[in-house]
């Protein structure tokens, strides 16, 4: 069974996102495409941000949206984790205390989620930032800090947006390599968003490019690079 199956149609004035992709538990895909290819708009579907206008969306087995059959889950009970590209850590709160946010609105008790997100810090080497707040961080910490409080819902789950692309050059491929290795570790499934062949290469095993709202190539990296199916994905492996 996948841990995410998916089919999305949404339309949004003369845009129309039309989108059937799964991913299975411990596998990672990436969605790829140029801005305004309805990448945000799938996940943020996915994540229950966005209701879809037709088809369905499970979630480890649970129907989480299904406009024909009036079911609609809200974000905070999927079973989902969501890194935005911009992070969204709350600025008023520490390090553990954004970390154990998740858990909490779960409804895990205040002592219980700390002890976790204490576990969360020590797993990604983040515990001598615990007490500090976000703006002291740099952007490779932030984004740590990001992934370990979507982690720690413990979701089926997880969905990255543009993981990578606020981070500054010179660091962004130390942080791509320890993102990697996360994703190697995590048992559910990962859907990437991303325009970046590179980050692709290195997170996922597989692709699916979207283009104008509709998928236009699923292949691997290897067959998307010795075959690429539109002038978009010619020359973004052209590069």
């Not at 970390?99 to 700390?114: L, S």
């Not at 204490?118 to 707040?133: E, G, H, M, Q, Y």
Request: net charge negative; charged share 25%.
């Amino acid at each position: 069974m996948s841990a995410l199956a998916a089919t999305l149609r949404v339309r949004r004035g003369d845009f129309t996102l039309d989108l059937d992709l799964s991913v299975e538990p411990g596998e990672t895909v990436a969605l790829l495409g140029p801005n305004g290819a309805g990448k945000s708009t799938a996940i943020g579907c996915i994540a229950g941000i966005v209701a879809i206008d037709e088809g369905r969306i499970e979630v480890d087995g649970v129907v989480v949206d299904d406009p024909e059959a009036g079911i609609l889950v809200s974000t905070e009970h999927r079973h989902v984790g969501l890194v935005f590209q911009d992070y969204r850590l709350f600025p008023h709160l520490s390090v553990l205390e954004n970390i154990a946010f998740g858990p909490r609105a779960r409804g895990v008790a205040k002592q219980t989620a700390r002890a976790e997100a204490a576990d969360w810090l020590d797993r990604f080497d983040l515990s001598a930032f615990a007490s500090a707040k976000p703006a002291s961080l740099s952007g490779g910490q932030s984004q740590r800090v990001a992934l370990a409080r979507a982690l720690a819902t413990r979701p089926a789950v997880l969905l990255l947006d543009e993981p990578l692309a606020a981070l500054d050059v010179e660091i962004r491929d130390d942080v791509r390599a320890e993102l990697a290795g996360h994703l190697r570790d995590f048992a559910g499934a990962t859907l990437v968003i991303t325009h970046d062949l590179a980050d692709a290469a290195a997170l996922a095993s597989r692709v699916l490019v979207i283009e104008n709202g509709s998928v236009t190539q699923r292949a691997t990296l290897d067959e998307l690079t010795a075959n690429p199916a539109t002038p978009w994905v010619s020359r973004l492996v052209s590069r």
